[in-house]
């Protein structure tokens, strides 16, 4: 099986390696799963995979892949990075797409 590089380590599980560009999603999906990720298809054909630390990795139905750091909460409990992607190295990004796909 085709692994990918480091990442960021910084975000969470879905930061921990680098970019999925140009694996087959069979590939990908093996690799998230080996990583704990739990997959799920959405009724709009999105592959959601969720880590055990609520990171999660999104493919869409035309292999974009989108990237979500793990929830983190300040001192009064309010979310500090809702809203927030990351990029294909698992840094936190303000881009909306990344340009990370994976191979259909």
Do not use: C
Request: hydrophobic share 30%.
């Amino acid at each position: 099986m085709r692994r990918p590089g480091p990442g960021q380590s910084k975000h969470g599980l879905a930061s921990t390696f680098g970019s999925l560009q140009g694996m087959a999603r069979v590939e990908v999906d093996e690799f998230l799963r080996t990583l704990g990720a739990e997959a799920r298809m959405t009724a709009g054909g999105y592959t959601r995979y969720q880590f055990p630390d609520s990171s999660e990795v999104w493919i869409r139905p035309n292999g974009e892949v989108v990237r979500l750091p793990w929830r983190e909460y300040d001192d009064r409990g309010q979310r500090t990075n809702k809203g927030a992607r990351l990029d294909e190295t698992g840094a936190v990004t303000s881009l909306h797409t990344t340009g990370e796909r994976v191979e259909n």
